[in-house]
């Protein structure tokens, strides 16, 4: 196990690592979006309060909702652990500046634009995932028993203009994360073809486009309509 070891924390160990877990990380982008845009539906609730049960009873959601907290985990320190050696192997300003003439404003900005997210999700937790958990929250019944009223608690958050205008900046930074890893999650796997490339370009645009906008209608349309 010792060449595993050397090679995960080695550079191209931790890229290969970075894109596994990105990607993985878009897969519950997607799976997340989906069921919250049962928010959008005009029937009170029920929908939205009956998948978040079910996202945190059903036992082999709850085992991949850990995995899930691991994987986040990784892609962050190895996120912070990229950036700093990307940082100390130039330490010239010049070079640095030099260097970035050819790439893209996201990909030089990384380690800024995870950092925003990284502060989004510790509020998006406190204010869900927390209450969830540990706060009191009321409980509705639709015929099958009770279960808690998560989607008030939704409407509350996203009723708050300051909120929302948090959560689109926190989006659009997502956008611009997602514009870059997506691509550079496939080249640092070694997926990389003039016939194939242009194609993985083209999915990611469209990914970091349309999945932050799923995401920004819910709040956008309950600020506005609800």
Known sequence: MRWLTSFLTSSAGRKVLMSLTGLFLCS???????????????????????????????PLIKVLSIGTYVVIILHIVQGILLALKNRNSRPDKYVSKASGKGSTWASRNMALLGIIILVFLIIHLKSFWYQVKFGHIPTVNYGG??????????????????????????????????????????????????????????????????????????????????
């Open 28 to 58: 519950f982008l997607i799976a997340h979006m989906s069921g919250n845009l049962s928010l959008l539906l005009s029937d009170g609730g029920q929908a939205f309060n009956e998948y978040a049960k079910f996202m945190t009873t059903f």
């Open 145 to 226: 028993g009770e279960i808690k009223d998560l989607y008030t608690i939704v409407v509350t958050a996203f009723k708050n203009p300051l909120y929302v205008g948090f959560y689109l900046v926190s989006l659009a930074a997502l956008a611009f994360h997602l514009v870059h890893g997506f691509q550079s999650a496939f080249q640092s796997l070694g997926i990389r073809h003039t016939k194939y490339t242009p194609i993985i370009k083209f999915a990611g645009y469209a990914f970091a486009i349309l999945v932050p906008l799923g995401f920004a209608i819910q709040p956008l349309y309950i600020l506005m309509f609800k």
